[in-house]
């Protein structure tokens, strides 16, 4: 997590900078800072919290305390110590000199610290960062030049990196550095930027080169020189930014995550229309999927899991991808493993697939980022083309990935012959129903607004469901969790007698998802009575109205058991953001949390 920024031009870099940061801010919002190199000063400005704190900071300075054609920014995500001012980025040397921003986690900090103290650096701040200032400030002082400094420096550095740092002797040079995080140079008219994420280059660069891990970029107002850690150059050609600006707008929603939400109807179109656009011909042989991702896209693999089971007739297994590299795996070149990631960037899926590559084994990746560093590590790669998604919650890739899932376990079960074309081509126009579906309840918006205003004021829910309801109830509660900040926790409907019944009472209500198709379906609603029984207010969310007696019931278009997870995450989507912005929620970027999730 957390988000550099680097700008060397003609015009404010202070500008610049901040408007950069202003696009990454969903990489993290524990503080921000900048730092100007202009000639002879280096300034740096820091505010604790979010972008906004820093803003005003630079709002009122004179103005000739911000002048400046060359800069570097950052936005925290704490790892190492507090989210306080102290630990703040940028960090600099003890002369002033130097002054350097960082994305990532630097494993022997600790050793680094111990030396550096021993040679007399005194550190004034707990982050794993300042290590790197001073080791560079200790080649600087011992002659070396800027450039050389930092190669020096860089090679002594264990985990991950992505570095922006200016030095106040060369003005006219931003170095950046990349190891095991991203780091993307912009090419603009006579300026050029670095940045974490494309979405900071929006509007700014024409042109974009990758730097790839191991890499040390020296760059000028007009050049741009890269070389490995060993000093060797290379040669990389520039690439035309394809994103424009308006990407990443609210389009006249209150929040990003509405925007969002609305936006799928026309993303699952899309995908429909444009078809998988991979052979899978060659993945007819795999009877062993393993499905590793985290969070919300481990929901969406919860809930395909079962069609490539029943479809595909493979061995499935889904692992969340923390626990998928400290575990013993019978992973092989037997093995189809699916990464899923909406970023690209999950370090702990990154890791598990590289795990997963060591063992042989065949490596799907699903991601919205085709340019993100999780595709190095994929045999082969469906994009989800859901647009960014600028809303720390996920929900339009959540339905991208159930939609690429589905359409990747139908061409398998073609493929393996499992499924006859009538099936077949009956379950393709049921997913062609799914945008309208989609769109119904998004006209239904007032009505779920008006459950969701009901039950903002309770401390915690329980959500419950069976099957393939069950990943949709999973990811109903993460959603809640994440932006309301209400305990929400998910049950498989049989379960709930086996204890978590304890829970409930009147203060304590019960959010049920449905499907009538579903064998489980009577079963689950035997379930909802016993709720209700134990007097916890009960909310329906299915697509048949129940008999009984329950508190609220948000009504869903019919649709079958196997896709009905699509119809149900928008409904569960809006009921949580309803209860959020009733509560006065920091919708887009909730406390505590990142977008990119960077570290493992
Ligand atoms: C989703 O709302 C969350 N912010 C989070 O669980 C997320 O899905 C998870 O961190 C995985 O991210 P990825 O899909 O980018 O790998």
């Not at 300034?43 to 900071?57: D, E, H, P, S, V």
């Not at 600087?140 to 190669?151: H, I, P, R, S, T």
Request: aromatic share 6%; charged share 25%; proline share 4%.
């Amino acid at each position: 997590m957390c988000g550099i920024i680097g700008y060397i031009g003609e015009s404010s870099a202070a500008e610049n900078l901040l408007d950069g940061l202003k696009n990454l801010e969903y990489r993290g919002y524990d503080s921000a800072g900048i730092a100007l190199n202009d000639n002879n000063r280096l300034k740096i400005f820091k505010a604790a919290g979010k972008l906004n704190n820093l803003c005003q900071i630079i709002r009122t300075e004179p103005r000739e305390n911000t002048v400046a054609e060359c800069g570097i920014g950052h936005i925290r995500w704490a790892t190492h110590g507090l989210p306080n001012l102290e630990n703040a980025h940028p960090h600099r040397s003890a002369d002033g000199n130097l002054a350097l921003v960082h994305n990532g986690i630097i494993e022997n900090y600790l050793e680094l610290r111990k030396e550096l103290s021993a040679d007399g650096y005194h550190f004034t701040s707990q982050t794993d960062t300042e290590a790197i200032v001073h080791l560079i400030d200790r080649e600087l002082k011992n002659g070396a030049g800027f450039e050389d400094a930092v190669q020096n420096a860089v090679r002594l550095l264990d985990g991950a990196f992505a570095l922006g740092i200016v030095y106040r002797q060369e003005p006219d040079k931003l170095i950046a550095v990349k190891k095991n995080a991203p780091l993307i140079i912009g090419i603009g008219q006579h300026e050029n930027f670095i940045a974490s994420d494309i979405a900071a280059l929006l509007g700014k660069a024409e042109k974009i080169v990758r730097m790839e891990d191991g890499e040390i970029a020296v760059i000028r107002r007009g050049e741009i020189k890269i070389t490995d850690f060993a000093g060797k150059q290379v040669m990389r050609q520039p690439e035309l930014l394809q994103l424009s600006a308006e990407s990443i707008d609210k389009g006249g929603y209150k929040h990003f995550m509405l925007k969002e939400i609305h936006e799928q109807p026309g993303i699952i179109r899309a995908l429909l229309a444009d078809g998988l656009q991979i052979d899978t011909g060659s993945l007819r042989d795999f009877n062993r999927i393993e499905i590793i991702a985290c969070g919300t896209s481990l929901h969406a693999a919860l809930a395909a899991a079962p069609l490539f089971e029943d479809w595909c007739r493979c061995e499935v297994s889904v692992q969340p991808a923390s626990e998928y590299i400290y575990k013993k795996q019978r992973t092989g070149a037997d093995t189809l493993v699916i990464g899923i990631s909406q970023s690209g960037e999950t370090a702990d899926t990154i890791t598990a697939l590289k795990q997963a590559q060591k063992s042989n084994a065949q490596v799907l990746v699903l991601t919205n980022r085709p340019d993100s560093s999780i595709v190095r590590y994929a045999d082969k790669v469906i994009t989800l083309q859901a647009g960014i998604e600028v809303s720390v919650a996920a929900t339009k890739s959540y339905t991208a990935q159930l939609l690429r899932l589905y359409q990747l376990a139908l061409a398998l079960a073609k493929d393996k012959n499992f499924l006859s074309s009538e099936e077949i081509s009956g379950l393709h126009n049921a997913l062609r129903q799914i945008p309208v579906k989609i769109e119904e309840i998004l006209a239904e918006e007032e009505k779920i607004k008006n459950v969701a205003k009901k039950y903002a004021r309770f401390p915690a829910m329980a959500y419950i469901a069976r099957g393939q309801q069950l990943p949709s109830a999973m990811e109903g509660a993460l959603k809640l969790k994440e932006i309301s900040y209400i305990n929400a926790c998910a049950y498989a409907a049989g379960e709930l007698k086996h204890g978590p019944i304890a829970l409930l009472d009147a203060n304590m209500p019960v959010a049920a998802v449905l499907c009538r198709q579903a064998p489980t379906y009577a079963k689950t609603l035997s379930n909802c009575e016993e709720a209700k029984a134990r007097k916890a207010p009960v909310i329906i969310f299915s697509d048949q109205i129940p008999q009984g007696n329950f508190d609220d019931i948000v009504l869903l278009p019919q649709n079958c058991e196997e896709f009905a997870p699509l119809t149900e995450a928008a409904a569960l989507q809006l009921f949580a953001y309803f209860i959020a912005d009733e509560l006065g929620r920091e919708i887009d970027q909730p406390r505590n949390l990142a977008k990119s999730v960077t570290v493992e």
